[in-house]
């Protein structure tokens, strides 16, 4: 089987935010998209475990609809608020890979995931999706390196300290505000000198091209689609995908329905196809090299056709179907992410 690495998962939230339902990982289970059982059964390599911080505590919008403004989950927050959660975040991640019985560890080297994948065991990355928990002028980012933060969303869905994120408006365009701000400028410059993925997925379009103008590494969005299939402002226009192409980046296409299907709907009744199409199109924009996965599990709502992590081979399969070679499958599913870890970070 083709081992799948992830570019977003939300799964880590399950443990260290009381929302929703709580959790555990380490068992088989018939909620929520990710556990470590089914994670074997998809043939999972490893991901990037993002850490999101809510605006409240209480935050928990319907799954089945996109959040407005309005809602709590789109109102900036505090650092100190923000760094309180981040680090229940990372103190559950390695929980989660002590108990794990050697199924999981983090992983904060290419190296890592190498031996991680002979050795058939997961390979967690920590992701913030959104940078609150990072001071502006950035003393804390250091320690965050080394605690194993290897990626970083400057922004969710909201306005902080270094930029500013595009909403969820369908139709709509990413064009939503300004650019960086300037402590987000030097929050990029920071990252490429330690060595940590800066990810564009909820960055808006000015904050965008201020990032491709400053940054000397590939531009990553982790979890993205296209907007000429769904024109949703989430998703990258055609030029942005150049952009991505030129700086030998990647695309991480996202699973959410609401990203996906031409009414931006958010159902589960969705099939499997509509993954490919935008797939599909990445690769004839971009090329196959810049295109992997990046599946938003446990953050919106999938496809039954594929239902959780056990079924991403259901993916591998439909990719097969529409005539791809195991070359390039072999690229989106794990082979080019394992190329953006290269160029991005330290060597051990």
């Not at 080297?109 to 190498?114: A, H, P, R």
């Not at 998703?235 to 942005?240: A, E, P």
């Not at 690769?283 to 090299?289: K, L």
Request: charged share 20%.
């Amino acid at each position: 089987m083709i081992p799948i690495i992830d570019g977003h998962l939300d799964s880590l939230q399950s443990v260290y935010l009381p929302i929703g339902n709580s959790r555990s990982l380490m068992e088989a289970s018939r909620q929520g998209h990710f556990d470590l059982v089914r994670a074997r059964k998809g043939n999972f390599a490893g991901g990037l475990f993002s850490i999101f911080v809510p605006s409240t505590m209480d935050f928990n919008y319907d799954r089945k609809v996109f959040p407005s403004k309005q809602d709590a989950g789109l109102m900036p927050i505090s650092r100190e608020y923000a760094r309180n959660i981040a680090q229940k975040g990372i103190q559950s991640l390695y929980r989660l890979a002590e108990k794990s019985s050697g199924r999981l560890r983090v992983s904060t080297t290419l190296k890592n995931v190498i031996a991680n994948m002979n050795d058939n065991v997961i390979s967690a990355i920590l992701h913030f999706e959104g940078a609150e928990p990072i001071a502006a002028d950035m003393t804390d980012l250091a320690d965050y390196y080394n605690a194993g933060v290897r990626s970083i969303g400057l922004v969710w869905s909201r306005a902080n300290a270094f930029g500013y994120g595009v909403d969820f408006q369908f139709p709509g365009t990413p064009n939503t505000g300004p650019g960086l701000t300037d402590a987000g400028k030097e929050l990029v410059k920071a990252c490429n000198q330690l060595g940590i993925i800066v990810d564009l997925s909820h960055l808006n379009e000015k904050g965008f091209w201020d990032v491709q103008k400053l940054s000397d590494g590939p531009l990553v969005a982790t979890h993205s689609c296209m907007h000429a299939l769904t024109p949703i402002s989430r998703n990258l226009t055609d030029l942005q995908l150049d952009a991505i192409r030129d700086s030998e980046g990647i695309v991480g296409i996202n699973f959410c329905t609401g990203f996906l299907r031409k009414d931006a709907e958010l159902t589960s009744d969705t099939p499997i196809e509509v993954i490919v199409k935008h797939i599909t199109y990445a690769i004839e924009r971009m090329g196959v090299d810049h295109v992997g996965i990046g599946s938003d599990f446990d953050g919106t709502t999938i496809p039954d056709g594929i239902g959780d992590v056990s079924g991403l081979p259901n993916l591998i399969k439909e990719l097969f179907n529409n005539g791809f070679d195991e070359t390039t499958v072999r690229k989106i599913a794990f082979e080019n992410w394992l190329r953006i870890f290269s160029a991005t970070w330290k060597p051990e």
